[in-house]
């Protein structure tokens, strides 16, 4: 990714059908008092992975991703999925 890009989409055509690839570049735009851990299960979360998704990736109990999530909320003042999403897609895509 070029430097200032913040989302970056390519095409690929497999078995016939097209797929769409969309990365997302966090680096430096997650919020700071976010421990390495929750700043990996929010950006997941940004991604549209469910909590069961986000622990399995993370090879950890769907318990310990909601635990990860209520200390984001309450680190970021935050209530609700809905309202940690929208913020975060604001810092990472800057709209």
């Known amino acids: ?3 200032g890009d913040s989302i970056r989409k390519t095409y690929a055509a497999i078995g016939g059908q097209e797929l769409l ?3 997302i570049d966090l680096d ?5 008092e976010l421990t390495p851990a929750e ?9 549209g992975m469910s909590d069961r998704e986000i622990a399995q ?8 991703v909601a635990n990860q999530l209520q200390a984001i ?8 999925r809905a309202e940690l999403v929208a913020h ?4 990472v895509i800057g709209r």
């Open 1 to 3: 990714m070029a430097p």
């Open 21 to 23: 690839r969309i990365e």
């Open 28 to 32: 430096g735009r997650m919020p700071p």
């Open 39 to 47: 700043a990996e299960v929010a950006s997941m979360l940004l991604l």
């Open 57 to 64: 990736r993370r090879r950890t109990t769907v318990r310990t």
């Open 73 to 80: 909320y309450t680190k970021l003042g935050m209530n609700s």
């Open 88 to 91: 975060l897609a604001h810092r």
